[in-house]
């Protein structure tokens, strides 16, 4: 295990540890999210569980979690999921993994939303971050134009399409300044179905450096 994944474990555990009996539990994407998946599956807790992508909840089931449908679940207690980025205020750019959309349906479900993440992801500035847009793919073209003005430049990830069937186009380059504004402006665009800018969802992060966990709350 290398040390970034050491960390990634033990912001895993860390937040794992805040999980409860009789909690319904948000089970984010990515490799960090895998672990906290494995940390609750471990501890035999009596919980039940969502998942915000088919991976995860492929992961969830095989290590014996109940997984439930979202589409029958109105709230979440606690949900548990990595970033791509994430600054000292608790936003946070995510969708590397593509689940940006669920994520963020699932984060905002919850009553807490936990991030978990090595320390490689924490950001000074999330702009130096590519920003994922998951897009109807009917629209690709037309929405592309629109991000233009946005970026330094997007590009569309080839052959992917997330678990909603939709495309997915990474930005580069975008300003910071006022991220309330792109999230805003994005969400604007017809076609535009999500976007991994996290600005208000996130209550709390564990974060690990060589060993150390921090915590951050809102
Ligand atoms: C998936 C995500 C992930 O949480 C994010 O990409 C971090 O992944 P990892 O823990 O593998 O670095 O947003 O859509």
Redesign the pocket.
């Known amino acids: 295990m290398t040390d970034r994944d050491a960390d990634?474990r033990l912001a895993a555990d860390a937040a794992v540890r805040e999980i409860r009996d009789d909690m319904l539990v948000g089970l984010?994407?990515?490799?960090?999210?895998?672990y906290a998946i494995a940390a609750l599956a471990e501890r035999r807790l009596r919980i039940e569980t969502v998942a915000?992508?088919e991976a995860s909840a492929a992961l969830a089931r095989s290590l014996g979690l109940i997984v439930r449908d979202f589409a029958d679940v109105a709230r979440v207690d606690v949900a548990i999921?990595?970033?791509?980025a994430i600054d000292g205020v608790l936003r946070a750019v995510?969708?590397?993994?593509?689940?940006?959309l669920r994520?963020k349906v699932v984060a905002t479900a919850a009553d807490r939303m936990i991030v978990?993440?090595?320390g490689s992801?924490r950001a000074e500035r999330l702009g130096a971050t590519k920003l994922?847009i998951e897009i109807l793919p009917f629209a690709r073209r037309f929405v592309i134009d629109r991000l233009a003005p946005w970026f330094v430049h997007c590009e569309e990830r080839p052959d992917y399409r997330t678990d909603n069937g939709h495309i997915v186009v990474d930005g580069y380059g975008w300003d910071d300044g006022a991220p309330e504004a792109l999230a805003s402006a994005l969400m604007a665009i017809p076609g535009v179905v999500g976007h991994?800018l996290f600005l208000t969802e996130i209550d709390a992060a564990y974060i690990a450096d060589n060993g150390i966990v921090t915590r951050l709350e809102r």
Do not use: V, Y
Not at 28 to 34: D, E, K, L, N, P
Not at 94 to 100: D, N, R, T
């Open positions: 990634k984010g994407t990515g490799s960090t999210a895998a915000t992508s999921d990595g970033a791509d995510k969708g590397a993994g593509g689940a940006m994520e978990i993440a090595d992801k994922p991994g």
